[in-house]
């Protein structure tokens, strides 16, 4: 079960999108897990042929809890592949091994592996899973053509080889019961919203106590003039169709993560008493759900976004975040958050970090404010920007420094 935030401590599996002898890559999407915030679509991080679902659909498990076994697709020797038919001194290349009739072996007997003939360079590929099915069916695995990976013979293949009459082998369960791996025709039950809404307070209360506790912030704010940013925006929108308008929260987000490209102390986590630098600037987009509560899911790589991509990732997250289907590694790895309470009226925000990261940026309602230019007195449209910082990756230099950044950033709206 992997951690899906800090404020994670267990999960319910809901739904398998795999089953045992599937092959899959890294990235795929495999589970469906239910935490106290949302659904989270669980990714793997290795490729490899499903072995076992140790977990059943509805069960509750700790963070760490192993969900499924893997062992790595069998690899296949390197050997030249010739155009035709190989001449009779060559040796051929890696096939299913010549049919040979040997009497089944009892199942307690190891798996029987027929050799290769001579002069030749043959190798079976088989899974566990055939294995332990060839030995249950008495079925000689060098008769089985594999259709898996590079010719791996597989469970299924075994199965269709077995002799005529010969029973399926019993179905092998871990300790717990297997879950169903085929996805139901009616979802999973779901949480009562009243018990999410208390589950996601609970979550999002322990986890602010625990940065109060731990962290010792420091917050810096600074008044931005974006008049000319806003500029830029108006005079580029009317030159797009009304759907791919850009808003102005995507100027903030390209703003604040180039920024931190630039300043990678503010970009990363406090793990084992010790600053770690972000893999990538992953910002965490700080989204308010319907009914009540927050999540903030990582807009990967925001820094080398365009702001069409920015935009386009928002609306995504926002869309798939309220619909309960975010991802696990939008979770588990977002480097920096940004939350933006200006379209709800709030001239300013001195956010909580999210632990393990070490600074949160926030920013306020646009505002015509009195403002001075080169001696004169006019109005001008401005944001509220703050930083909330971790003292023990950084001081207040470093955060004021973070800030002017974002000012710059903003003041040239075509380098965005």
Known sequence: MPSLGADMEAGTVLDWYVKPGDTVKRGDIVALVDTSKAEIEVEIFDGGVIDELLVPVGERVPVGTVLATLHPVPAEV????????????????????????????????????????AGTNHRLRVSPLARRAAAQLGVDLSVVSGSGPNGAITKSDVERARPAGQPAPPVERPATPAPPVERPTTPAPAREPGDRQAAMREAIGALMARSKREIPHYYLQLEIDIGRALDWLRDANLQR???????????????????????????????????????????????????????????????????????????????????????????????????????????????????????????????????AIDGMLGV?????????????????????????????????????
């Open 78 to 117: 390197p050997v030249p592949v010739p155009v035709g038919p190989p001449a009779p001194e060559t040796p051929a290349p890696p096939t299913p091994a010549t049919a040979v009739t040997l009497p089944p072996a009892p199942p307690s007997a190891p798996v029987p592996v027929a050799a290769a003939p």
């Open 241 to 371: 169709p009304m759907n791919e308008r850009l808003l102005p929260s995507a100027l903030l987000l390209s703003a604040v993560a180039r920024a931190a490209a630039e300043m990678p102390e503010m970009n990363g986590f406090w793990t084992d008493g010790a600053f770690r630098p972000g893999g990538g600037v992953h910002l965490g987009v700080a989204i308010s759900l319907r009914g009540g509560g927050l999540i903030a899911p990582a807009l990967h790589d925001a820094d080398k976004k365009s702001l069409d991509d920015i935009m386009a990732g928002v609306r995504d997250l926002v869309q798939r975040a309220r619909a309960g289907r975010l991802r696990s590694s939008e979770m588990s790895d977002p480097t920096l958050t940004v939350t933006n309470l200006g379209e709800r009226g709030v001239d300013l925000v001195h956010g909580v970090i999210y632990p393990p990261q070490v600074a949160l940026v926030g920013f306020g309602a646009v505002r015509e404010r009195p403002w």
């Open 380 to 416: 001008r449209p401005v944001v509220v920007a703050t930083l909330a910082a971790d003292h023990r990756a950084s001081d207040g230099h470093a955060g004021g420094r973070f800030l002017t950044l974002i000012e710059r950033r903003l003041q040239k709206p075509e380098t965005l």
